[in-house]
Structures are given as structure tokens and as C-alpha cells.
């Protein structure tokens, strides 16, 4: 257990009101937003500065006392959640909020690691400059964990993860060393890339305290669509006409099916399905220019009325505002929470090669029904990028906590197919608690043991999100 001493030498680094320990104000920390993990802790942490994160990390150094990063606690893979029965302390971010500075110019932002992720994004807007990250949580969670997990989102296809947008960190190592790697360069070539090292380790290597973020000029044309298909087949057809046509003005291309629209349009407030007409398919697309309005109104009307011309776009509709743009990008970030109330839903986050995602559908579909008669799957993301969230919802009428059990026989299935494919069982969530075995089952062993290393080099003590991405060593 640990002490009443050492919760007060916590406490007076952050001062008492930011050192949580009654039960009611620890609760919203320790569970994820699924529910599906719940851990327990005696004291959560809400540092102020990089210098009260040294120090409670030097302290828990001392002691050996496990620390959990956690940003915005949006995540699906239980990363930022304290293990069970295990005194885990939880170091909460969200009071490094500060904007540090923005260059227009050189097209940067620094930010503290505890910003929501949409306040960066205004930050940028109001210097007429883009980051391109967009989450449906972007509203709650917090750059650090978007950088522990290499987060995707929507805008991958044109601008990248979190990877690609990151320029330099600063991270308070497991012994309160601070490593001040905040680096504006696009070239930089001295040594190791440690930058690489921490984004999409999920806190079990250091903590992150501050970002140097790419910025991007604002478009000037924005065009949105709703297309109506036949198939997986047909979207994907339609994905390579408008690479061909678009090139890098095409910076998201979504694949979602009937049954996600039905499900948004019944549980979502104020969404409503675009067409008169029912599809087995859909994809948006979003094409952003740099020269002008006109130019991407041109370019979405030419692929458009080329593909309807040859029957392998059924019908669509094309944004006319800002407002019908956004409604349309509702209806996609909500397709996942408008499944919880159909009852229990089991998710995967997988990528599979682009061209390769037809025949993985096909082939997951026919095994999961096979396993689940009635089974409905909603499957739907990034086509343009390999993502694919493949959620189950039970049957109709099916117990769902009988349903829920199966979670891990359909991961085995689910997962297995996309091993077939070259593809990955995590491409946008992490790892985290809820596949670390299975991590340790679909990677070769010397990744494994490398990955251990560097994890020993980091944290010898094994205190930084123990149990996280790797099972800790006993």
C-alpha cells in the first residue's frame, strides 16, 4: 500500500487540491469510456508545470511507485487507466493547457501536452493556418495522448499520424530528467531520432509535457460529397479515380455502410440521412484545394458526373455550405457511438492494404456470420489510409453481456484474417491494455525483445504505465 506519508510528499509538489484522493473525485480517471476496463488508484496527480512532473516522477523513482500518464482519458485501449489492486498513482495532464507559441511563418505551434485538441486547432485557425488532426473526440482529448497513441483521425490520407505531424517533444523521463527535444526542423539529422521513440509508446517510456506541432496554410476550396455504391468493390473503384483526378487535393475518402447511416439517423440527434435513395455502400469525400473555392467545386462536379456517367456511382450529393459539410463529417465521427444503442458492440482497429480491403471484408463478414448468426456489422473508416473499425453489434433480441463474452473469440477471428492480409490488429487506438497479449502472440520475438529493451533502457524500475503495450517483467 502506500503510505499516508508518501501520498502527503506527493501532495505538497501539486499542492492539496490538485493531489485527488476521495473516492468520488478519482472515479472519472480510473474507468475508459467503454467501461470495458476499470482500475483502482489512491491518488491522482494534476501537475502545473514540467518542473511538478520531474519531481513527482524523481519521487516515484525513489520509491518505486507506478505512475499512469493520462491526457484527455478519450482512448479505447485502457492505455491511460491504472491497473487493478495495484496502487498505480495517475498523473493527469489536463492542467498543461498553455499554448506556448505559434509561427505563422515557419508553420509551427508549441503546445503543452495537456491542450484539447480542438483548441489547437482554433489556435491555429485564428493565425489562418491548419493542423490537420480531427478526431470525433477532438473536443476532450489531449495533444500528449494524441502523440502517446500516434493518433490518425480523418486526414491521414493527406497529411498523416501524429508521427508526421510532430516536429519536436520535451518528456520528463521515469528518473524527472527532462529531455528538452522542442526542435522546429524538418531536417535534422544528428543521431538517434528519440522523438520517434516516445510518439506512440503510450507513456511507458517518459512523459511527454510539450509539443512542436506542423501547421499548414488554410484551403481555399473545401468540397464535401456523399456517394451512394454498390459495393466495397465500387468504393474502392471510386478511391482510384479520384486519386488519380485529385492528387494530393483529395484529403479523405470514407467508407461506410447502410447500416451505420440507419443506425446514425436513428440515434444521433440532428442527423439525417443525406439521400432519398438507399445505398448498400457510401463513401465522403473530401477534397480541400489551395487556390480557390472554384477549383474544388470543379474537381468534385468532374469526378462526380464522370462516375455516375459510368454507373459506378449510383447518385451523391455535394455539400452546398459550411454547415452541410460538417453535417455529413457528423454522420461519419458518429457512426461508432451511435452503435451502444443497439446493445453490446465488439470493435476492431485494423488496417489492411488498401487494395486488399474488398476481399478482407468478404472474407471477416462470412466468418463472423458463421460464428454469430444475425451478427450485425457495421464496419466503416478510412479507406483511403487501410483503417477499418470493424464493430460488431449483437443480434436482435441477443443477451448482451452473453454477446460481449465472445469479444475475444471474434478478435481471434477478426484479427486472424487481417494477419492473412499483412495487416495490423492496432492502426489507430494503441495497444494499451486490451491487446498487449495479443501483441506479444502476432509479433515475431525479436520485435518483442527489442521493444523490451528499449523499454528497460528507459525504465529500468518498470514504474512508467506498467502492464501497458508490453506485460511487465516480474
Excluded at 512532473?53 to 482512448?75: E, R, Y
Excluded at 445505398?279 to 464522370?306: F, G, K, N, P, V
Excluded at 441477443?398 to 481471434?412: G, H, T, V, Y
Amino acid at each position: 500500500m502506500i503510505s499516508p506519508e508518501l501520498i502527503e510528499s506527493f501532495a505538497e509538489i501539486v499542492g492539496p487540491a490538485n493531489a485527488l484522493t476521495s473516492p468520488g473525485d478519482i472515479a472519472p480517471y480510473l474507468v475508459e469510456t467503454r467501461g470495458l476496463y476499470k482500475g483502482t488508484s489512491p491518488l491522482v496527480l494534476r501537475p502545473g508545470s514540467v518542473e511538478e512532473v520531474s519531481a513527482i516522477m524523481k519521487l516515484a523513482t525513489v520509491t518505486g511507485t507506478s505512475i499512469v500518464p493520462q491526457g484527455g482519458n478519450t482512448g479505447h485501449v485502457a492505455g491511460g487507466i491504472p491497473r487493478t489492486g495495484e496502487n498505480d498513482v495517475v498523473l493527469s495532464l489536463e492542467r498543461l493547457n498553455r499554448i506556448r507559441d505559434i509561427d505563422p511563418v515557419g508553420n509551427v505551434i508549441v503546445a503543452d501536452a495537456g491542450c484539447i485538441l480542438a483548441d489547437i486547432q482554433t489556435a491555429a485557425e485564428a493565425h489562418n493556418r491548419l493542423f490537420p488532426l480531427s478526431l470525433g473526440s477532438e473536443g476532450s482529448c489531449r495533444i500528449g495522448g494524441n502523440l502517446s497513441t500516434n493518433a490518425g483521425g480523418t486526414a491521414v490520407l493527406a497529411y498523416g499520424n501524429m508521427r508526421q505531424l510532430c516536429l519536436g517533444l520535451e518528456v520528463v523521463l521515469p528518473t524527472g530528467e527532462v529531455w528538452d527535444g522542442l526542435r522546429r526542423l524538418k531536417k535534422d539529422n544528428t543521431g538517434y531520432d528519440l522523438r520517434d521513440l516516445f510518439i506512440g509508446a503510450e507513456g511507458t517510456l517518459g512523459v511527454i509535457t510539450g509539443a512542436v506541432l506542423k501547421l499548414f496554410p488554410q484551403p481555399l476550396g473545401h468540397q464535401v460529397a456523399f456517394a451512394g455504391l454498390r459495393s466495397v468493390a465500387d468504393a474502392l473503384a471510386l478511391f482510384d479515380k479520384a486519386s488519380s483526378l485529385c492528387g494530393p487535393a483529395l484529403t479523405g475518402f470514407e467508407l461506410m455502410p447502410r447500416l451505420g447511416v440507419e443506425f446514425t439517423a436513428k440515434h444521433i440527434p440532428g442527423v439525417r440521412d443525406p439521400m432519398e435513395t438507399t445505398h448498400a455502400w457510401y463513401a465522403l469525400i473530401d477534397i480541400s484545394t489551395s487556390d480557390s473555392a472554384e477549383s474544388a467545386e470543379r474537381m468534385m462536379q468532374a469526378l462526380l458526373e464522370a462516375e455516375i456517367a459510368s454507373g459506378l456511382v449510383e447518385n451523391a450529393v455535394i455539400a452546398t455550405n459550411e454547415a452541410q459539410r460538417k453535417s455529413l463529417w457528423h454522420m461519419r465521427e458518429s457512426m461508432s457511438p451511435a452503435q451502444k444503442p443497439e446493445g453490446g458492440s465488439i470493435k476492431h482497429d485494423v488496417s489492411v492494404p488498401v487494395s486488399s480491403i474488398p476481399a478482407f471484408m468478404a472474407e471477416a463478414d462470412a466468418a463472423v456470420m458463421a460464428a454469430i448468426p444475425g451478427a450485425r456489422i457495421c464496419s466503416f473508416g478510412h479507406m483511403g489510409d487501410g483503417n477499418i473499425h470493424y464493430n460488431i453489434s449483437q443480434p436482435i433480441g441477443a443477451d448482451k453481456d452473453a454477446f460481449i463474452a465472445r469479444w475475444r473469440e471474434m478478435n481471434a477471428i477478426v484479427h486472424g484474417i487481417v494477419l492473412r492480409y499483412n495487416g495490423s490488429i492496432s492502426a489507430e487506438h494503441g495497444i494499451g491494455q486490451l491487446k498487449r497479449d495479443e501483441l506479444a502472440e502476432v509479433r515475431a520475438p525479436i520485435e518483442i525483445d527489442l521493444m523490451q529493451r528499449i523499454k528497460h533502457a528507459f525504465d529500468p524500475a518498470g514504474i512508467m504505465n506498467p502492464d501497458k503495450v508490453l506485460k511487465a517483467k516480474g
